[in-house]
Every structure is written in structure tokens, then in C-alpha cells.
């Protein structure tokens, strides 16, 4: 939204087929993406919230009924989500990808050069560790890590405004200087 917001053209591309949260996150739940015949194939045209343009599987999918597909048939809807989405004219292309080093993660490197990587983690030692082999795994198909942020570490409490720790919150600062 601030990539929007300063003029650029985006495109967000849900790619936790397993948890889609964009659709919730940009307001868009209940909206389903048309299609478009192009040369006799049916292409998508995603939906636009706050100057970006999205798509999800959470548009396409029942909200109540879980994705339960194996690998391959995930890593099929994210190379149809780049292929067969008419994304127009873009300067970013944002993948909100699941946790871990997967499916989902393997197919996006193997299937589009990336400028980089932004690792999004908790400050728990669980979702920390994850983050490690996440920017491991980044390292190794080289795409080069941009930076780590850390999510959810404190909130400022309404009723007394201060600052209230959620966990202890300094694992991604440790994390980043470790690489």
C-alpha cells in the first residue's frame, strides 16, 4: 500500500494457498475476480484495494472449507496465479508467501527470476528458527535476502498508552545481524 501510495503500479499475489489472509487483510472477503477471455483462454483480472491490485485462491475458494492439496496441485494455482492473471503494467509484483521453506517458496524461485526477499517473522524462537532456514533457503537459490521485519512484538495499550510486550522482541534485530 505505501509502494501505492508513493505512485508505483503493484500487484500483491496471496501465494499462502493453504491460509489465504489477503483477501480479509484488504477488505476484499467477499469479492470474487472476474474472468477474461484473451486469445481463448480464460485470464483473470485481480481486484484493487488501496491502489493495489490482489489475488488470492481466497477468492475462488469456499471461506469455511480448508485447501487440502498436495504439493504439486498448490505449486499448479500459484504458476496459473502468475500465467493466467491479467496483472496489466506493473513496477512490483509482491508474493505474501506461507511460513517455512515449502512447495510454494521452491515453485516461485524455480519459476520467475526475484529481485529479493523481505523475511516476516514473530519474535518467538519457533517462528525465528523458521525465518533462519527461510533467509537459508533464499541464500542458497540466490535471491538475495533485503532485510527481516519483525511482526507482532508489542502493541500500545489503548486505556494507558504505553507500549505493552507481547514477546521478548529483539530475536529479528539478533537474527538480521547474524546475517
Known sequence: VALAKDGAKVGLLDADIYGPS?????GLEHSKPE?????GHAMMVPLEAHGVK???IG???DPNTAVVWRGPMASGALKQFMSDVL???LDYLIFDLPPGTGDI?????????LTGA???????????????????????VNVPV??????MSYFICLSFHVREELFFHIGAVKAAEQF
Do not use: Y
Not at 474472468?35 to 486469445?39: G, I, K, L
Not at 517458496?105 to 527470476?113: A, F, G, H
Not at 523481505?118 to 542458497?140: C, G, H, N, S
Not at 533485503?146 to 511482526?151: A, P
Open 118 to 140: 523481505v523475511i516476516v517473522t514473530t519474535p518467538q524462537d519457533v517462528a525465528l528458527a523458521d525465518a533462519r532456514q527461510a533467509v537459508r533457503m533464499f541464500a542458497k
Open 22 to 26: 489477503i483477501p480479509l487483510k484488504f
Open 35 to 39: 474472468a477474461h477471455p484473451v486469445n
Open 54 to 56: 490482489v489475488m488470492s
Open 105 to 113: 517458496q521452491l515453485t516461485l524461485v524455480q519459476t520467475i527470476p
Open 59 to 61: 477468492f475462488l475458494v
Open 87 to 89: 496483472w496489466g503494467e
Open 146 to 151: 533485503l532485510g527481516i521485519v519483525e511482526n
